[in-house]
């Protein structure tokens, strides 16, 4: 624990992942904000602006422990991973700085008119101020994706002649094939989030029989958006992601599935331990050929284990890369079981009367975000020894003058930091919830809603 | 194209330090300046709205920076770990001193979020002050482009420089001297009465110590780096950074007198656009001077991003500004006028 590779590599995870609590949140709120808007402007039915309100409040809240803890994420490519961005920067650079240009100033601005002006800018023009912020969020992910993107599948760059790194195309970046299904992917997780989280309030609203014409809007919307998320979610974007994992990257596949030897019809674990130094699954509970049927559309495919590729090239973490996996893929197939339970029982009228299922709903909050957190796990872990996949050794891109004990010293002032935010976050998100959306269009609510950004302005 | 570059970066830590530069200056104030309640909510609000779209200047800066000259990204980061921490932290601190002010709202809370706003305000100043002033003096960069300051070591000049020494110090008090007019002047722009006046005579009694410290900070800075006297002498024309850097000063005081706010302000902007712009002159080509070697300083041609991504940046950078300027110009329109006491409680 005392190298610096190691804990810069904890400083990343940690800020990272504490960091994506929030963002996967309020994009997709964006979009079922946008949702809400549209419903009010269409139907001209109050209680969809009221409902927007209200979100709007639990958004704002999250937005700023989005942007406060994102800061450090654009610091930390330059502090901590130097060689990283001095070999790089002239490349994925490009699509971080796009993303302070285009994004961040698009969704400050357009926030505060989306908080503060609903009055001033009457019901036309505050659903386009919602949607600004949608599209600022969205394409925000997009570029960060896509920078990912490029470290786990390399494209339009040439080497120079000192081992730099030089983009060749602009679009051959920002359209790299792995990040337009990374995105997908990752998009579809974020609105699981927000329907799963917009579904949940609503469950507790319905059981504690407080707002229950807001709590079943709430319910509905969140059932319908979570079941065609969570769909989604696998089919097309997490079977195409899979494909591409296993066409670019097949050691970063072969320890994901916990696949040690080469085979013909390989199998896929749903349960099992990976032993790594005995190098084989232990307590396997498998179906057999599904792996080689998803991987290559033919059962009796070779899929290629681990042993046929050198050991220093495989991931260096494979038990928490599997694991990762494991949970993320368990998850996501019990979101679509619970969502299609609810959506029939929506469909045949008994959901708000169905105390079980609000209790599911309700209990289900904190998975989504276990998933998307072990989704990114396996992104991450799955690309290692490599920071860029084939091109550079996470290794070789630290800071070289920046000792362990500094790196030590700030990663504790995070967490502790961090420890105070969390605490402070979940009490204002009570009381939001705790107060309910509001009746009656207009001034009140607008001051609540002030009250969390920018603080009356 | 690095020299286009360069320029475009600088513009845009102007345009950060310009902007931001007035909120954390009315942050540093905000204990002195008002002194209850009410007239604390009048300081935050006249910040409110825009304070966070300011500081996206320093993300865009940043990412701009990153990908244009990405080696001097690289060494500049790392080589001040400690301090780029701590500001972060800092700039955590006072997000949520503005954003949860509003909450918590019992005294105790009240006056512990402003004293974390305003501390947090202060030393930030202070901090980006001398991170400027260990640009100008130079860094112990080694044969790699790389280096590590202490905060502090001695607080001498030479290779074992710290990021505090005496010539960083007076660089970071002479900068929070410089916000904290700026800041006032803004304050007395947005608000009326007790807070107005206030800050009006504490934005004249601080105009004289940053005139003394323009002064020394001038002295001392072409001693610690000869370059930057050196490209005066050999470019005359760049004589007009320092020009428009004393026009402001002088108007400043010029327009405080005749207690014509925002002309006071706009004076402010220039000087402060003046200053910087002098400092990145007089370094140019540099952009990182090497305290060990000249041989190992930074410039915009070792430490450029290769040309095609120059090029296509230059593409969307302009795109990208032409929009930004929509949304600042609409955004501070929204919010012009000055804050209603009245208004205190709640709303805009």
Known sequence: ?457 | MQTVWFCLVAIMVAMYVVLDGFDLGAGAIHLWVARDDGERQQVIRSIGPVWDGNEVWLLAGGGTLYFAFPALYAAGFSGFYLPLMIVLWLLILRGIAVEFRGHLTTPVWLRFWDVVFSGSSLLLAVFFGAALGNVVRGVPLNDQGYFFEALWTNFRLGTNTGILDWYTIIVGVAALATLVLHGALWVALKTENAVHDRSFSLAHGVWWIVLVLTIVLTAITFKVQPGVPANLASHPWGYFFPALALSGLAGMLWFIRKRDELKSFLASCIYIVGMLTSAVFGLYPLVLPASTNPAYSLTVDNAKAPDYGLRVGLAWWIVGMILVAAYHFHVYRSFAGKVKIEESGKGY
């Open chain 1, 1 to 457: 624990m005392h190298d610096a590779l190691t804990v810069d590599r904890l400083h990343f995870a940690y800020t990272v992942t504490f960091h994506y609590l929030f963002p996967q949140l309020t994009m997709g709120l964006a979009l079922l904000i946008v949702i809400l808007k549209t419903l009010a402007l269409r139907t001209g039915d109050e209680q969809y602006n009221d409902a927007a309100r209200f979100w709007a409040r639990i958004f704002g809240i999250n937005f700023a422990m989005g942007v406060v803890t994102g800061i450090p994420m654009e610091f930390q490519f330059g502090t901590n991973w130097a060689q990283f961005s001095r070999a790089a920067g002239g490349v994925i650079g490009q699509t971080l700085g796009m993303e302070g240009v285009f994004s961040f100033f698009l969704e400050s601005s357009f926030l505060g008119l989306f908080l503060f002006g609903e009055k001033r800018l009457g019901p036309r023009g505050h659903w386009w101020a919602a949607l600004m912020v949608f599209l600022g969020s969205w394409m925000s992910g997009y570029l960060i994706v896509v920078t990912d993107a490029w470290m786990q599948n390399p494209v339009a760059y040439r080497l120079g002649p000192n081992g730099e790194i030089i983009l060749t195309s602009f679009w051959g970046l920002l359209l790299n094939p792995w990040g337009i299904w990374q995105y997908a992917h990752n998009m579809s997780g974020a609105v699981i989030t927000g329907a799963f989280v917009m579904a949940a309030i609503g469950a507790f609203y319905l059981l504690t029989k407080q707002f229950q014409t807001y709590a079943k809007t709430f319910v509905r919307i969140g059932v319908i958006a979570g079941l065609v998320a969570a769909l989604f979610q696998i089919i097309p974007s997490g079977d195409a992601q899979g494909r591409m994992i296993a066409r670019h990257q097949p050691v970063t596949m072969a320890a994901m599935e916990g696949l040690f030897e080469t085979q013909k019809g390989a199998p896929i674990a749903v349960v099992g331990q990976p032993d790594v130094d005995n190098q084989r699954l232990d307590n396997p509970l498998e179906i057999p050929r599904a792996l080689s049927f998803l991987t290559y559309r033919r059962w009796m495919s070779e899929v290629k284990g681990l042993d046929a590729f050198p050991q220093q090239d495989w991931p260096d973490n494979i038990p928490l890369l599997y694991y990762s996996y494991h949970i993320m893929v368990g998850l996501g197939t019990i979101f679509i079981a619970m969502m299609i339970l609810a959506a029939w029982k929506l469909w045949r009228g008994t959901l708000y009367d169905s105390r079980g299922m609000l209790w599911a709903l309700m209990l289900s909050l904190p998975f989504p975000y276990i998933a998307n957190t072990a989704g990114w796990m396996t992104a991450e872990f799955g690309r290692q020894p490599w920071l860029i996949y084939g091109l550079m050794r996470t290794q070789a891109g630290i800071s070289p003058q920046v000792s362990s004990g500094n790196v030590w010293f700030t990663l504790i002032g995070f967490m502790g930091m961090y420890t105070v935010l969390s605490i402070l976050f979940l009490f204002m998100v009570y009381r939001v919830i705790e107060k309910g959306p509001e009746t009656a269009g207009g001034s009140k609510q607008n001051d609540s809603a002030s009250e969390f950004f920018h603080e009356p302005g």
